[in-house]
């Protein structure tokens, strides 16, 4: 019997015995099931800064994990030896949900991140985790493009803490040609996020040539402010040739500052530039007195002034999760 | 020259109507079937796996407690 999986927008046909896109949601006898539930391929402490988050839990570590598979094929992954791959080929641990808190908080962690891939494909897992790391008192942190559909996402959203999604592009050229998938589904992701009150990071990787125009910049800023807030933290990310995008070059400096400088144009107030050290690249200021409020190089931070939430100067609220 | 004979060459109504029936039914009929088919196995949650499919291997604690190398 086929089944049709209609947990993302690809709503894939599964016949019996192959699995949808993704790789790892698989037709067994006519029933779906997700086959890497409870098997991590990778399991990491890193600190939060490099999901990138920097509004949430900053200087803290986040327990990071991952299972194979991606519903997402973008030619320029940078975690493709895992998220383009089949469950058969990789290596993965048992690690059952009841047990993430308690290895997170042997780390010391005080959240954990369903990263790497993408936690839309290993939704129960993530689901089923997040509920234990709650009742463990640790928040909850995903880090996905946001290509789902929005009754599943509704209710992944109500047991997570936090949303890193990337918005590769504001075209559904982009996305088709270079990923696979559509825009207006992470559009809807990005709007429900938002509407349920979850803190959330958007990120946008520039790569020369494909996405990087002052109109298309301005363009995916002018969105955010409208649709999500000027308060919303934009990170903007330095492509490094990959996988199957290795005849493009490095972004150079010039177009990470040039974006930013278009995105506090467009009015929003927490923009950073990743993957590049440049000055005040990863800083925080204040948006109402310009206070230095977080110092930050290469995911360490040096410096947090932040109290309850808000500048020890002005006393204006920061958006965030904060410590 | 002498013209063919109209009733020939022209459709009736009628066997237009009959054929337009006998090639909706081609298409609809199967289609019907399969939206059926479909209709009934739409899945939003998986069954949660047993078995991972590929080498299980313990978790190793030390590489845990490094910053992983993967993107994210
Ligand atoms: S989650 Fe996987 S199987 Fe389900 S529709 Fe998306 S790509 Fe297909
Ligand atoms: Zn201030």
């Known amino acids: 019997m086929i089944i049709r999986c209609d947990l993302c927008p690809k709503r894939c046909m599964i016949e019996p015995g192959q699995s949808g896109e993704c790789r790892i949601r698989v037709n067994l006898d006519g029933r779906l099931v997700a086959v890497t539930y409870g098997h991590p ?99 909850n942190a995903l880090v996905t493009a946001g290509y789902i559909n929005r009754e599943p996402w509704t209710e992944l959203c109500r047991k997570v803490d936090a949303v890193r999604i990337d918005l590769k592009a504001l075209t559904d050229k982009f996305y088709q040609d270079i990923c696979g998938a559509t825009l207006q589904p992470v559009l809807d992701s990005l709007i429900t996020t938002r509407s349920l009150g979850v803190h959330i990071e958007v990120i946008n990787l520039l790569i020369p040539t494909l996405n990087d125009s002052d109109r298309e910049i301005r363009a995916l800023c002018q969105w955010i402010v409208q649709n999500l ?95 | 020259m002498q013209s063919p004979d109209i009733r020939r060459v022209v459709m009736s109504r009628r066997g237009f109507l009959l054929r337009i029936t006998a090639l909706c039914a081609v298409i609809a009929v199967p289609m019907a079937r399969w939206i059926r088919q479909t209709e009934d196995t739409r899945v939003v949650q998986a069954l949660r796996g047993r078995y991972y499919p590929g080498p299980v291997r313990p978790l190793d604690q030390e590489s845990v407690s490094r910053p992983g190398k993967w993107a994210g």
């Open chain 1, 41 to 139: 391929c990778t399991v990491h402490v890193d600190p939060i800064e490099k999901k990138p988050f920097f509004h949430f839990l900053p200087g803290t570590t986040s327990l990071s994990l991952a299972t194979v598979g991606c519903n997402l094929h973008c030619k320029n992954c940078q975690n493709w030896e895992i998220s383009q791959q089949n469950p058969e080929e990789v290596p993965a641990s048992p690690l059952s949900p009841a047990e993430i808190p308690k290895l997170a908080a042997a780390h010391g962690c005080r959240s954990v991140s369903y990263t790497y891939t993408d936690p839309v494909v290993y939704y129960e897992y993530t689901a089923d985790s997040s509920l234990c790391v709650r009742e463990a008192g640790l928040k």
């Open chain 1, 229 to 323: 807030g000027r308060e919303i933290p934009l990170h903007f990310s330095r492509f490094f040739p990959n996988y199957q995008m290795k005849n493009l070059p490095p972004t150079p400096a010039s177009a990470l500052i040039r974006a930013r400088e278009i995105a506090r144009s467009a009015g929003l107030y927490y923009v950073y530039l990743g993957n590049i050290l440049v000055p005040d690249g990863e800083n925080t200021f204040c948006p109402e007195c310009g206070d230095l409020l977080i110092e930050r190089r290469a995911f360490e931070v040096l410096k947090n002034t932040i109290e309850n939430g808000r500048c020890p100067r002005c006393n204006r609220q920061i958006y965030g999760v904060w410590l």
